[in-house]
């Protein structure tokens, strides 16, 4: 302590009322005082320590940013404006001299650019008002003029570090990444991080969020993640959820599309349409049937497996193909926008783009086809990774009931179970399973597996391939049933 720090004490001390002595047992005090000295003694030491090491959960938040997330526009989100700070000045923002820190510097070339920059609260509103116009030029420049004179520049900003000041009412999609280095307790500001780059106007069919979870330790002793979980299935079951936000199932409740539909506006049906594959088969049944009846069946089956042919449209330049995956009997129908470099996968939308009459004049190609379709197999083998691999979410008290059922004895009944609860449950399934869970913990193990046995007989999982029983597939798995190129009319 330091001799101003010295005066500061002493003159906080010469505030404080007298107190009468009489009235305390002062060797007690003097003993437990003399305790709590020796505690915060060890705590400091203990403290002085943990300074010392390397800081393992931000050494992971570079990983990401100079790994995965390079060259990408990121918006890291954290609770406490002290630790938005310690990040800026650690990932190459500028100290208060001018200067940066070693390491960050050291970052900022591995990362490839120096345009990093924080808004807090000590921000003044105007500056916070031009780094969010810095980071997001698109969305948020008044003109064309002020765009231009930042995107590409030096003057634009990659790398954005917030406190909850830009959770809510802020347009950030010029980026499609959000991370939490930390999680805020009211799931309604996680929401709201989500937000600034889940919006309308949005250039990205996918935005990425990450979230940097507690220690397992830290969650034990805090509960945080479950009690997050638990508040956000509240409001996902009450107001619905449009997008998910810590892993869980979004259940999008659209009001507004209900009042167009009170309003007879017709132009509703089309969204609505995109919504649901369902509709796929009955938008296309009658028209396939009558052109069976007209050319026979015995015809269609002598068209040889990969061929394929071209229309013309006024735009959206590109190739649709029918690709079967043989091993896990799956069909997939794609278009691969050329124009925009992306891949459509939702079938209706990808039916109505290749339409066309019997009569239609055909086209050849004016690209190269068997490069598009390697791409799009390619696109086949690495989603089947990724949904193989991923790791399922289980919400509460679902991942409860699993940790529960994993500490028993091997058995059968415990097999059974956890290959039931290992899949995850949504919706009311949910809410049913956490009121038995809450009314019957506390039974016997028997007693127990019968309940939760019972429950998985009544509520079975639908028919839906999951993920677990999905196998890697290579290009050669992949069959091309046939293509058809959408070329611009000349």
């Known amino acids: ?173 010029d980026s499609d990444t959000v991370i939490n280095y930390d999680l805020h307790w009211n799931p309604v500001r996680m929401v709201q991080r989500a937000g600034r780059i889940d919006r309308i106007g949005s250039p990205y069919d996918t935005v990425f969020i990450y979230n940097f979870n507690p220690e397992d330790a830290l969650e034990d002793l805090l509960h945080l993640v479950e009690r997050i979980y638990d508040k956000l299935e509240g409001i996902n079951q009450s107001v619905g959820l449009d997008s998910s936000v810590m892993g869980e199932r979004p259940n999008p409740q659209d009001f507004n599309a209900i009042r167009m539909i009170a309003q007879e506006d017709k132009s509703v049906w089309d969204e609505l349409e995109q919504l649901s594959e369902i509709d796929v088969g009955e938008f296309l049944k009658q028209e396939l049937i009558d052109f069976i009846r007209r050319i026979g069946e015995e015809k269609l089956k002598r068209i040889p497996l990969g061929m394929g042919s071209g229309i013309q449209r006024e735009d959206r330049k590109g190739l649709f193909a029918a690709i079967k995956d043989e091993k896990n009997n799956r069909h997939f129908w794609l278009f691969y926008d050329i124009e925009k470099n992306t891949i459509l996968d939702r079938k209706l939308e990808v039916v109505k783009l290749i339409r066309c009459h019997e009569y239609e004049k055909r086209v050849e190609p004016d690209f190269d086809v068997y490069a598009i379709l390697g791409k799009l197999k390619r696109h086949i083998v690495n989603q089947t990774k990724a949904v193989k691999h991923r790791i399922p979410v289980l919400p509460n008290p679902q991942n409860h009931v699993m940790n529960w059922l994993q500490a028993l004895p091997p058995s059968e009944k415990r097999k059974e179970l956890i290959d039931y609860f290992s899949k995850p449950l949504n919706g009311l399934r949910i809410r049913e399973l956490r009121r038995l869970w809450r009314e019957n913990r506390k039974n016997s193990v028997e007693n127990l597996l019968a309940i939760l046995r019972r429950f998985a007989e009544e509520h079975p999982h639908s028919t839906e391939v999951q993920p677990s029983s999905i196998s890697e597939v290579s290009e050669e798995d992949l069959q091309l049933v046939g293509w058809i190129a959408r070329c611009r009319k000349t």
């Open 1 to 173: 302590m330091d001799d101003q720090e010295n005066e500061d004490v002493e003159e906080a001390i010469s505030q404080l009322p007298e107190a009468d002595p009489n009235l305390y047992d002062l060797d007690t005090f003097k003993k437990f005082v003399g305790e709590d000295v020796k505690v915060l003694d060890s705590v400091i030491r203990k403290l002085e320590k943990i300074e010392a090491q390397e800081d393992d959960k931000l050494k992971e938040l570079k990983k990401l940013l100079i790994g995965e997330l390079k060259g990408k526009k990121v918006v890291v989100f954290t609770y406490f404006k002290d630790t938005a700070r310690y990040l800026y000045h650690q990932l190459g923002g500028r100290l208060e001299d001018g200067k940066r820190l070693p390491e960050g510097e050291s970052f900022l070339k591995e990362l490839g650019h120096e345009r990093i920059s924080i808004v807090d609260s000590i921000v003044d509103p105007g500056e916070r008002k031009d780094r969010i116009i810095r980071f997001a030029p698109e969305a948020n420049a008044a003109n064309e003029k002020i765009r231009d004179s930042i995107k590409g520049t030096d003057r634009e900003i990659d790398l954005l570090i917030s406190t909850d000041v830009l959770s809510e009412g802020q347009n950030l999609q």
